[in-house]
């Protein structure tokens, strides 16, 4: 039995995005490394003899580039001619490539079992189609006006997921003859045809990108597990006459500056330590030596830029920072809010995961002198096991 697959992508996501996710089409937001589409067709390539993307030809192109995929084919405006555009180019293939039966799966369901996919496949043996579905667990109610109308009963109702999978011919047939209408389920040409579709076993993590909280659960099953690791920095620079006072990456207003090698931004040099201690990658002079001239008077965003890349480079996540500048003077109240938004901009995270504060050593200690500043930081960061 030859097996074929319809990827679709051809959706605009406006549910996710309505959802608080990106603006990007659910299909392409970035999974594990990867888009979700990609993490679909690889699922599917071991288990069919061709697969064939539908949607944006050019975009299907680029992201599954390095796959062995059928050249993409643009989709439709509806999710019935998407699939009709489908069948219609595999009917095109020459007869040794033709398949028997055919899958059609949606591009935003990276999570698909083998088991699933011969499950639905094993159906079509002797039904002309096959979809996998799950139980609904929960009371159902139809609502009216913000209030419930009725409550539906349960029992023998299911949520249909894909792959379904259906003998190619018929469908073929069947979406010919019903052009111009619009199924939104694959299988609903077969019901409405009077042909005996299979039900069977579908998988709960089976899970089709529809919400943004929806993405999170799926990086839990395709992405790798990510460890906690915590890093610890500490910074001291002296001042020194004649120079601005950077903090934090901002230029706060004071009478003198920090002594350094780089523009002696202590906050952002605490920071840089404790990230590369979470990595286990040494301390910020392992990485830039005062030793070295390039570094002089640098700006030390770049500094703070490459540590954050360290993070992704190896697969990992800042979860959040706890800083702290100890002295006298300035006050760092009034600079905070503009510290935490450029280390966020600099680190590309939200704000709300960076904490900036400042403390005094009540007078006691060269902070105490007003003869430097000192700083304390603590990140935590996830990092693949």
């Given amino acids: 039995m030859r097996i074929a697959a319809i990827l679709l992508a051809a959706g605009s996501g406006s549910r996710y995005t309505a959802s608080g996710g990106s603006e990007t089409p659910k299909q392409y937001v970035q999974l594990a490394g990867a888009p979700v589409i990609w993490h679909a067709a690889r699922a599917l390539l071991p288990h069919v003899h061709c697969l064939l993307p539908v949607g944006d030809k050019a975009r299907l192109s680029e992201v599954l580039d390095g796959l062995d995929v059928l050249p993409p084919v643009d989709g439709g405006a509806t999710r019935q001619a998407s699939v009709r555009t489908g069948l219609e180019a595999l009917a095109a293939l020459p007869a040794e490539r033709r398949p028997d039966v055919v899958l059609v799966h949606d591009g935003a369901r990276p999570y698909v079992t083998e088991t699933l996919i011969h499950t639905v496949v094993q159906a079509l043996a002797d039904k002309p189609g096959a979809i996998p579905a799950v139980p609904v667990a929960d009371t159902l109610k139809r609502e009216h006006g913000g209030l419930i109308a009725d409550t539906v009963p349960r029992e023998h109702l299911f949520r249909a997921q894909t792959p379904q999978g259906f003998h190619f011919e018929t469908f073929l047939d069947l979406h010919r003859a019903a052009a111009g209408t619009d199924a939104t389920d694959d299988a609903r040409l077969l019901e409405d045809a009077g042909l005996k579709v299979a039900l069977v076993r579908g998988d709960e993590d089976n899970i089709k990108l ?39 990456g901002i230029t706060v207003p004071h009478t003198k500056g920090l002594a350094g090698h780089s523009d002696a931004d202590v906050g952002i040099h605490a920071l840089c330590d404790a990230i590369y201690g979470a990595l286990a990658e040494g301390d910020i002079g392992r990485h830039f030596p005062p030793s070295q001239n390039e570094w002089k008077d640098a700006d030390s965003a770049r500094f703070l830029i490459h540590a954050g890349q360290r993070i992704r480079d190896r697969g990992g996540r800042l979860v959040n920072v706890d800083l702290t500048l100890i002295c006298e003077r300035p006050k760092i109240g009034p600079h905070a ?40 930081a603590a990140v935590s960061v996830l990092i693949p096991e």
Avoid: N, W
């Fill in 210 to 248: 529809t919400y943004k909280d929806d993405l999170m659960r799926l990086e839990r099953l395709v992405g790798q597990t990510l460890l906690p690791r915590v890093g610890m920095g500490y910074d001291v620079h002296a001042f020194e006459e004649g120079r601005p006072l950077i903090l934090c």
């Fill in 337 to 376: 809010e503009a510290m935490r938004a450029r280390l966020a901009e600099l680190l590309e995270v939200e704000v709300s995961r960076i904490s900036v504060k400042a403390t005094t050593s009540e007078r006691l200690g060269f902070t105490g002198r007003e003869e430097g500043i000192a700083c304390t």
